[in-house]
């Protein structure tokens, strides 16, 4: 058996003490979208299911909140249901805002009455609703629960929590983020990776026409990143800014960026006269290279921003993170040998999304100056047909290189029901 530690070795006192560990089908580390998607197909499926987390829910996300028509359409397959969640906010229209010697806003509506599109929900509201509902279906939910040391062998996985407890499993799949602890104490992690994207968020109150749209800002200091502003019940808004590491913009500036931007008028102007910003403001790493993260390991299947799910083009996660976490459960139901189990995973994970994460990376270059932006807007707004379908697009309504992976064609791929029908 190989081990990574955390800190020094685990010495069992009594042979009794051996005995209290727990054995379970599958381990999952991460009560986020990915771990908790995986852990209700897993349940569902019959598996004796774990899923542990360091945090105790609910607990805050540092998020931009935004839901894709994907995540809208996993969240139902899972059984998500919007009406019990109290700060769903569905949203009809997003407002697109270009900036050249003066700004232009368009405005991109969503289809009516045929389902959701998009909506904005806060991740301390979101991420248990989908805790609980891995809990009804029968997966074990441990809170509070630090891993401070994994094990690998033949048989299975070891996984030994605040430096006390150990759990087996025959698998285990790591939905634990960014700087994934699991993969940390396997060995795998490059200390000098920071994600490609860099993102700051607050949450602001008493707030104008923010209340009601989403807007998107394409400011030209900052492409290809972009300012949003997401909507919320009781004239409430999500708030930030994201941009690319690779970019011109050091990220030791962001910080000041931040105060600028929303002294800007166009801003202030949707934000409303008596907007007020609440509590403090987060800063958060995106990771967006599907492409060339390590996916599975031995026993262990990799999910969400562990496996660098996240869209390149827009930074959006939590459509990707259930999508890699269903995959993962249905790669374990699936069975077999470690290997064959991380050879299925890497394979549905790379025909979901492969091809999506190369389209977005082309689409990021025209992006990257205000005449692409314009240009791109320009064309996406010539008609009504255009403008109801690129708005579709941008929410994923159906894949970005649809045109590109023919498997993906079907009849009426252009008009499809929203989520929740």
């Known amino acids: 058996m190989t081990n990574y530690e955390a800190s020094s070795p685990k010495h069992y006192d009594s042979f009794s003490e051996v005995l209290e560990m727990e054995k379970f089908q599958t381990i999952i580390i991460g009560g986020g979208p990915a771990g908790s998607a995986a852990a209700i197909t897993l349940a569902r499926g019959g598996h004796e299911t774990l899923l542990i987390d360091k945090a105790d829910f609910p607990r805050d996300k540092c998020c931009g909140d935004g839901l894709t028509a994907l995540a809208l359409r996993l969240g139902e397959n899972l059984g998500l249901v919007p009406s019990q969640i109290a700060c769903w906010k569905v949203v009809n229209q997003a407002v697109l805002h270009t900036r050249n010697k003066n700004y232009r806003e368009r405005c991109f509506p969503l289809p009516e009455g045929t389902g959701q599109y998009a909506a904005v929900v806060p991740r301390k509201e979101y991420d248990k609703a989908l805790l609980d509902l891995a809990r009804d279906a029968g997966a074990e939910i441990r809170q509070g629960h630090a891993i401070t040391r994994v094990s690998q062998s033949e048989s299975g996985i070891e996984i030994e929590v605040n430096g006390i407890k150990t759990f087996q499993s025959a698998s285990a799949i790591a939905a634990d983020g960014m700087w ?127 496996a660098a799910a996240t869209d390149t083009l827009t930074g959006e996660g939590i459509g990707q993170a259930l ?89 009426g791929g252009f008009k499809r029901h929203g989520a929740y029908f």
């Open 180 to 306: 994934s602890p699991t993969r940390r104490l396997l060995g795998l992690s490059n200390s000098s990776y920071r994600g490609e994207w860099h993102a700051f968020r607050q949450y602001v109150s008493n707030t104008g026409p923010a209340a009601e749209n989403l807007h998107i800002w394409f400011e030209p200091d900052l492409l290809p990143g972009y300012v949003w502003s997401f909507p919320l019940p009781n004239h409430r808004a999500n708030v930030g800014f994201g941009v690319i590491r690779e970019g011109e913009i050091p990220i030791g500036r962001t910080g000041q960026i931040w105060n600028d931007l929303f002294h800007r008028a166009e801003i202030q102007k949707v934000l409303g006269p008596d907007a007020k910003f609440e509590g403090r403001r987060s800063a958060w790493p995106i990771p967006a290279r599907i492409d060339k993260a390590i996916l599975n390991h031995g026993s262990v299947l990799f999910a969400g921003d562990a």
């Open 323 to 411: 999508l890699t976490g269903t995959l993962a459960a249905k790669a374990i139901i699936r069975g077999g040998d470690p290997a064959e189990i991380g050879a299925q995973y890497r394979r549905s994970t790379y025909a979901e999304l492969l091809a999506d994460h190369r389209m977005s990376r082309t689409l990021q270059k025209v992006m990257e100056k205000p005449l692409g932006v314009r240009s791109a807007i320009t064309i996406v707004n010539a008609n009504k047909w255009t403008r109801r379908h690129f708005a579709r697009w941008m929410f994923e309504d159906y894949p970005r290189a649809l045109l590109t992976t023919p498997r993906r064609w079907r009849r």
